[in-house]
């Protein structure tokens, strides 16, 4: 399977890239990878709050009670 690659380049402040140096070799790992995860974490994170935000917005949204489903799961046998 050939994985559809694209190069992007990015400009980091001294002290940033210091710190990226830093921790990838703490960690084994070159800078790319790093970069890679940092950047897929990031959007990941940001696509999950757009949900929650749309359902948090949506005046068909049901919410649980919490009070109601500590006591469910308290008082089971």
Do not use: G
């Amino acid at each position: 399977m050939k994985h559809d690659i694209k190069p992007t380049s990015v400009r980091l402040d001294a002290a940033l890239h210091k710190k990226l140096e830093a921790v990838a070799a703490h960690i084994h790992r070159p800078k790319t990878w790093l970069i890679k995860e940092a950047i897929s974490h990031y959007v990941n994170e940001l696509a999950d709050n757009a949900i929650a935000l749309e359902k948090f917005t949506d005046p068909n949204t049901e919410y649980l009670d919490w009070e109601e489903i500590k006591d469910d799961l308290l008082n089971k046998d």
